[in-house]
């Protein structure tokens, strides 16, 4: 992850030093030792002193606007020095009700200061501040005991700003006495993401608050970060993982001058929306923007930093998505059926009949759908169906088989290779022709071209994976796909569909 660097040098030529790092230990009432996690950045983000930081909260609430008429679940809020992003932090927490008593507040992160594997929950003590005390909740240790992705390694919380900076707003804003799971994410990888949103999406619900600490684009040009910063916003308000990858990876592809990253806390904003974009009552609002060159005193439009405060709400009238959705256990089921029908069939040619009456609904139900199989990480097959007049379960069954033994494109899967395979199923929805290619969304459609006795399709993933843009999704499809040429699109029939898209490596140890 990329530390402000440049906020902190405008801050040390202020006269600001940072303070010595220092826990002190005191004794619980069952006898463990508590080591509070004290002020590091006290004096540099913000005023150490007490009365000097309640007037400059005072005066950010006062500026911020007032956006929202309910209630946010989530807030994404910057988290830089308060000369800075204080005025945008303070928009995205004044829309919180503030007499409003949490459950649970978590505060997520991405770490700035070291790479590790997994999360890091703060569980061993409490965070002191200015303002006093914000008690850490006994949740936190609850999911480092029950969840392997989190851990309560103090080490990434002693340096790291994006979660202490956070704490004063909370306290200013909040009358009724709240504490926090303070949750910094480690290493790039999306299978954290994952597993950290599976671990909490059962608390994203109203009696909590999901506050995400991130800032936007580091250090390009003022009107390239105002330009970058809303491509940004505009996929969290996709509420799609998948274009939000995708944009990112394409918007730090644009050339822009001195630019970094797109997104400093984009694993902490990916967790956010792993746990949001399958629930179709979710939609995120865009609050405030500015940038660190927006600053009146300390601002420099050569170099600046993106700040947006963006809320999710739950909305009354569901938004436009797939009614069909796949619980866990169903996932889970489908890649245990996959793997077996493959190496049975590859044993003696048999595929298993199985007991429809321990099936659930959703796997009886006619649809379509992928198997992929990759090797090491390499595409291995690849072989689905659209209209299929059998039942999910069945379909994988076939689309396994085929994938294994019938992709023109690779030697038939042997037995000693089923080791080596790793399983993933798209599941589709029906096809929806289109009139206007500006209808796809790229990451979340996957498109099926059709001409005379030719066709061709990607799954909504080959987007995301190879980076390409429009007109190469679907030139590739038409050319390499359905043979029909790269323009072959322009005068072809083309359908979208969408898929739910998952695979083993997001079960480990669920799948023996």
Known sequence: MIMCKKILRLIIAMGLVFPIISCKSQVSEKGQTKIDRQPVFAGSFYPSDKSDLVKMLEGFFNEAPSVLSQQPLAVIVPHAGYVFSGGVAAASYKQIDRNKKFKHIFIISSSHTMYFEGASVYSQGDFITPLGKVEVDTLAQWLDKNYSVINSNTQPHQKEHSIEVQLPFLQYWLKNPFTIIPIIVGGESQSTCMSLSTALKQYFNEDNLFVISTDFSHYPLYEDAIQSDNTMAEAVLSNSSQKFMLTKLKDESKGYSNLVTAMCGWTSTLTLLNITQDRNDIAYKKILYKNSGDSPEYGDKNRVVGYYAICAIKTEKKVEKSQFVLTEEEKIELLKIARKTISDYLKDGNIERLDESKLSSNLL????????????????????????????YKVVQSMAIASATEDYRFTPVVKSE??????????????????????????????YIKKGGRSGTFLPQVATGT????????????????????DGWKDADIYTYEAIVFEEKEFKGRLE
Not at 436 to 445: A, M, P, R, T
């Open 365 to 392: 139900a006619k649809a379509g759908a992928f198997v992929t199989l990759k090797e090491a990480g390499q595409l291995r097959g690849c072989i689905g169906s659209f209209n299929p007049d059998q039942s999910l």
């Open 418 to 447: 089923v080791s080596k395979l790793e399983i993933e199923i798209s599941v589709l929805t029906p096809l929806k022709k289109i009139n206007s290619i500006n209808e796809i969304v790229l990451g979340k459609h996957g498109i």
């Open 467 to 486: 980076g390409w843009n429009l007109e190469e999704f679907l030139g590739h499809c038409a050319q390499d796909k359905a043979f029909i040429g790269w």
